[in-house]
């Protein structure tokens, strides 16, 4: 076992461990020059995978928008429990999983790696929620149909767009951001899905709006529908997200976190609701 992160180099052929301390990423790899390439990252809580097929379906999907090869799944797998047993025993790990085009030339194969290092610590913000602003995405949200070549959908390296609105809303004042489409609906935030809770029914956009498909978001409908609440996906406008009985954001390594306030209003937040997704989204609450 050890205490630095673990680093594995991942090929068609097998895993080979590196040294994460050292240089590793040549300078003309096409993921470092360009955000060419796609990424996953796996929650290990206590031992435990939380949708660990849907990330896997996710990052082949992926591969497929960017036209990258697919690196057989038993692969990564294998190369992930040598990860998470090489690992200090640490009570949350998160896992990246990187795969590039490779460095340039003609005829590179994609560079693809899996670190494992503790995660960082959400459980003052899972307890705390969050203050959101909604802000322009800038294409309506049926550019994917027309447009397949801006990746919608893809969970892509190229996220400079979605750290530049964190800083904006950073400097509004705010913690997080709700993608709005130009044609008025909302649609995720930067490194979220939303949920929407309106009375016993809980929504979120569907992907043909161009946002990824949260693997966080589908356990959390499991969660409601448990609750006897309906679940469906749904276009929802961002004029009504204010009068909305309560709002979140989830993703896998944060889990749900509510919003509390929405561009400057506060918005209904159920502490309680909220404690008990987030235990049923690390694993404890959920049936066999
Ligand atoms: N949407 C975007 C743009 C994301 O980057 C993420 C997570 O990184 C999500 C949604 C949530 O996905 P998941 O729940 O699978 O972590």
């Not at 929504?203 to 966080?216: M, Q």
Request: overall charge negative; charged content about 25%.
């Amino acid at each position: 076992m050890t205490a630095s992160p673990v680093l594995f180099f991942v090929d068609a052929s097998g895993f080979l461990r590196a040294d994460p301390r050292e240089p590793q990423v040549n300078v003309t790899d096409w993921g470092a020059t360009r955000g060419d390439g796609i990424f996953e990252s796996i929650s290990v809580i206590a031992g435990r995978m939380p949708a660990l097929a849907a990330r896997f379906d996710r990052l082949e999907a992926s591969a497929g928008a960017l036209d990258l090869p697919l690196i057989d799944r038993s692969i990564w797998t294998t190369a992930l429990a040598r990860a998470i047993e090489t690992h200090e025993a640490v009570d949350r790990l998160a896992v990246t999983l990187v795969m590039t085009r490779g460095v340039e030339n003609a005829d590179s194969s994609p560079t693809a790696w899996l670190l494992a290092r503790p995660a960082r610590d959400f459980t003052a913000i899972r307890r705390r929620g969050v203050s959101v602003v909604t802000l322009d995405r800038g294409y309506a949200s049926d550019a994917a149909d027309g447009a397949p070549w801006l990746l919608l959908g893809a969970k892509h390296l190229s996220y400079a767009t979605n750290a530049a609105a964190l800083r904006e809303a950073s400097r509004r004042g705010a913690d997080d951001v709700i993608f709005t489409s130009t044609d008025g609906l909302a649609l995720e935030g930067p490194t979220s899905s939303l949920i929407v809770r309106r009375g016993d029914l809980v929504e979120t956009p569907g992907v043909e709006t161009g946002i990824l498909a949260g693997t966080t978001q589908a356990t959390t409908f499991g969660f409601f529908e448990s609750k006897g609440y309906r679940t469906r996906f749904a276009g929802i406008r961002a004029a009504d997200l204010s009068t909305c009985d309560a709002l979140w954001l989830v993703s896998s390594v944060r889990q749900a976190v509510a919003v509390h306030t929405l561009d400057g209003r506060a918005m209904p937040v159920d502490d309680a609701l909220t404690a008990e997704l987030n235990s049923w989204l690390s694993d404890e609450a959920r049936p066999e």
